[in-house]
């Protein structure tokens, strides 16, 4: 079997209510790129939910990762994919037809080890949103860091690096990015942030008082080796209660 030339991976916990919009996107983005070959994949992240049936009902190949932690979600992923190039997409998140155009081209000039995209929220966010989101564009630009949210690299990279570090329990696109941007300075290829944006949901803002996110950022920033664990990163891993 001739191997695809993509591969997205979807890593995905309880996403029921809005992996459908985010699968059908994608597949409509794949059907744009004729020339390019892909498989889709979601790592179901040991939901409770339907979402190992939404993503099957799209045609996605299902992984099972147990172990609740987005970085070996997304290594679980890649571990089953077949592509030479990696695209890393979450649950929550729309790729437009011109940002998934933009990445296969880009990973294909041979002058890219991986990059991302400029996130933008699904809804209009409160000043502080604005404030953090605005930070995330000049630091993702400045230093080439790519959002987990939208990260596509070169499978040699990828592999050559050991892809996601899983002694984190955020902040593993960071780390990915510099170990990255190291592969590639030595074989004059970079890391890239494209300037076509992608949405992503707004919800962690909207579950949660700025109070809480702040206290949440100062944490990790104050004591880092909090990233190392589920109950440092609980911004990222908790959920409200559904009704």
Same mark, same amino acid.
């Given at each position: 079997?001739? $191997?695809?030339?993509?591969? !997205?991976?979807?890593?995905?916990? $309880?996403?029921?209510?809005?992996?459908?919009?985010?699968?059908?996107?994608?597949?409509?983005?794949? @059907?744009?790129?004729?020339?390019?070959?892909?498989?889709? !994949?979601?790592?179901? $992240?040991?939901?409770?939910?339907?979402?190992?049936? !939404?993503?099957?009902?799209?045609?996605?190949?299902?992984?099972?990762?147990?172990? #609740?932690?987005? @970085?070996?979600? #997304? $290594?679980?992923?890649?571990?089953?994919?077949?592509?030479?190039?990696?695209?890393?997409?979450? *649950?929550?998140?729309?790729?437009?037809?011109?940002?998934?155009?933009?990445?296969?081209?880009?990973?294909?000039?041979?002058?890219?080890?991986?990059?991302?995209?400029?996130?933008?929220?699904?809804?209009? +966010?409160?000043?502080?949103?604005?404030?953090?989101?605005?930070? =995330?564009? =000049?630091?993702?630009?400045?230093?080439?860091?790519?959002?987990?949210?939208?990260?596509?690299?070169? #499978?040699?990279?990828?592999?050559?690096?050991? /892809?996601?570090?899983?002694?984190?329990?955020?902040?593993?696109?960071?780390?990915?990015?510099?170990?990255?941007?190291?592969?590639?300075?030595?074989? #004059?290829?970079?890391?890239? !942030?494209?300037?076509?944006?992608?949405?992503?949901?707004?919800?962690?803002?909207?579950?949660?008082?700025? /109070?809480? *996110?702040?206290?949440?950022?100062?944490?990790?920033?104050?004591?880092? =080796?909090?990233?190392?664990?589920?109950?440092?990163?609980?911004?990222?891993?908790?959920? +409200?209660?559904? +009704?």
């Amino acid at each position: 079997m001739t $191997n695809p030339d993509y591969s !997205i991976i979807v890593p995905a916990f $309880n996403e029921e209510e809005l992996l459908g919009a985010t699968l059908a996107r994608l597949r409509e983005a794949m @059907a744009r790129v004729p020339q390019f070959s892909g498989e889709l !994949i979601v790592t179901d $992240n040991n939901s409770e939910d339907r979402t190992a049936e !939404i993503a099957r009902s799209f045609g996605a190949k299902v992984v099972f990762e147990e172990h #609740r932690q987005i @970085a070996g979600a #997304r $290594n679980a992923g890649a571990a089953e994919s077949r592509g030479r190039y990696l695209i890393f997409v979450d *649950a929550d998140t729309l790729v437009s037809d011109e940002l998934f155009k933009r990445t296969l081209e880009t990973l294909d000039s041979g002058r890219h080890c991986g990059g991302g995209a400029l996130p933008q929220f699904d809804s209009e +966010p409160t000043l502080f949103a604005a404030m953090l989101l605005a930070f =995330w564009h =000049w630091a993702s630009k400045t230093f080439s860091w790519a959002a987990g949210s939208y990260f596509f690299c070169l #499978r040699e990279a990828f592999t050559d690096v050991g /892809g996601f570090d899983e002694r984190f329990y955020a902040s593993e696109e960071i780390h990915l990015s510099r170990s990255l941007k190291k592969w590639g300075r030595s074989r #004059r290829m970079r890391m890239t !942030i494209l300037d076509e944006k992608l949405t992503t949901s707004y919800r962690k803002l909207r579950w949660f008082t700025v /109070g809480q *996110a702040v206290r949440a950022m100062l944490s990790i920033t104050l004591r880092p =080796w909090r990233l190392r664990s589920r109950e440092g990163c609980w911004f990222w891993y908790q959920r +409200p209660p559904k +009704p």
